[in-house]
């Protein structure tokens, strides 16, 4: 069961153990994670009785970056956050930053829990059915005491991109229909999905520069504002659009490779279109597990991602059938209904024999 009061109140909880300095707020660079980052820098700027007062910090976490490493570390203890709050980038072991609260606002498979000292988990993984990133930061944010009657209402069409940017549209209201189904009289699907389709540009273009989506999102009234806008960072969004488009409709024109209950869809682009790749051969292969494999992506890997209509649980059909993985090698992960990895060419061409793919299947 989805207990979101639960976890609001225990966000609240933690954050009354931040210092006086404005937190830090670290998310992920799709839909869910960047809609997760803006609800929570937009409520801690509306708090009004805490330690925390004061604007936020809201960074997000891109392309061939780790919330967990040296660098980021470094950057953040120059800016001397009072705590940090991690959304959509999971839950692992470890302090990113020692010595500064941290929270964890996540609904993926923990890769490792981490000490209670290092973090506070507010994790929706075990939840029936499993909330997005963004919904439980709406309900995080709806338990901060927050200056004036408004409360976070306003964001909840927020929630609302992220929700349709991992679950779909179907997804979302069928899972979530309390917030969903007045989302959609005020806003109507179709301007949810365009949000969503435009917020999700930027980082699957070959710069992988979310920046301007989640400005957007930090200021935007709602779907209309990013549909329409005229400033500079909603024409980027368009613009990152146009040339996602162009690169995917030439990976759809290259036909899958079969083995077993698997079809492999090759393709070779700067810009991340592996995940749309699969996801738009799911319709016709409903019995197989589709995966876009990418080669182009970052020179020396192969950046993959797989979808199903038939498989609920793709993470343990990928570990299941994993090859030997090195340090550098990321594998299935993800949710349990869109996972995958990004593995050294190496160990793609090991996995894809194992499956039992030929030589075509194979990356130089």
Known sequence: MTDLATHGAAFARAVAGFGPEPPVVLCHDDADGLSAGAILGRAFDRAGDGPWRGSALVRVVGRGESAWSQALRDELAARKPGGLVVTDLGVQAGAILPGVPMVLVDHHIPRAWPEPADATVISGHADAPIPTSSLLAFACAAALPLTGSGGVEDLAWLAGIGLVGDLGDRGATGDFPDIMGPLRKAHTAKALREAVSLVNAPRRSASGDARPALRLLLKATGPADIIDGTDPDAASLRAARAEVKAALEAARSVPPLFAGPVALIHCDSPCQIHPLVAQSWTGRLRRQVVIG????????????????????????????????LGPDDQFAQGHRRATGGQIRVETWNRFVADLGFGPEARVP
């Open 293 to 324: 494999a990418n080669a182009g992506f970052r020179p020396g890997f192969v950046h993959f991602a797989a979808r199903s209509a038939a498989v609920p649980d793709l993470i343990t059909f990928l570990e299941e059938r994993a090859p030997p």
